[in-house]
């Protein structure tokens, strides 16, 4: 069955940086977008970036110039690199994919940005 698992979320200060890392199994990961969300404390889920099978990227504008997505097939991993975090940037994180049709979603990290 499809699974994600997320690890590399933490405490972090402000201007600190993470690498966030997403391991896939059970889908064709090659052929497959893969999308990083987060959802903060009273707010809706947000998209925050996708890589696409042809590695065509796009990102939320919040987090643009600071944030980069990439994937590597041979290990079946997606990452994201965090740069530059803010307190905003406090949230739990989750990866997703699209696979036949249906989504399915790791279970999360958490990522606090506090002094």
């Known amino acids: 069955q499809v699974q994600l698992v997320e690890s590399g979320g933490g405490l972090v200060q402000p201007g600190g940086s993470l690498r966030l890392s997403c391991a896939a199994s059970?889908?064709?990961?090659?052929?497959?977008?893969m999308s990083w969300f987060r959802q903060a404390p009273g707010k809706a889920r947000e998209r925050v970036a996708t890589?696409?099978?042809?590695?065509?990227?796009i990102y939320a504008d919040s987090v643009k110039d600071r944030f980069t997505i990439s994937r590597n097939s041979a290990e079946k991993t997606v990452y994201l690199q965090m740069n530059s975090l803010k307190p905003e940037d406090t949230a739990v994180y989750y990866c997703?994919?699209?696979?036949?049709?249906?989504?399915?979603w790791g279970q999360g990290t958490q990522v606090t940005v506090s002094s």
């Open positions: 997703k994919t699209k696979y036949q049709l249906a989504d399915y």
């Open positions: 059970g889908f064709t990961f090659n052929d497959s977008p």
């Open positions: 890589i696409f099978s042809t590695s065509y990227t």
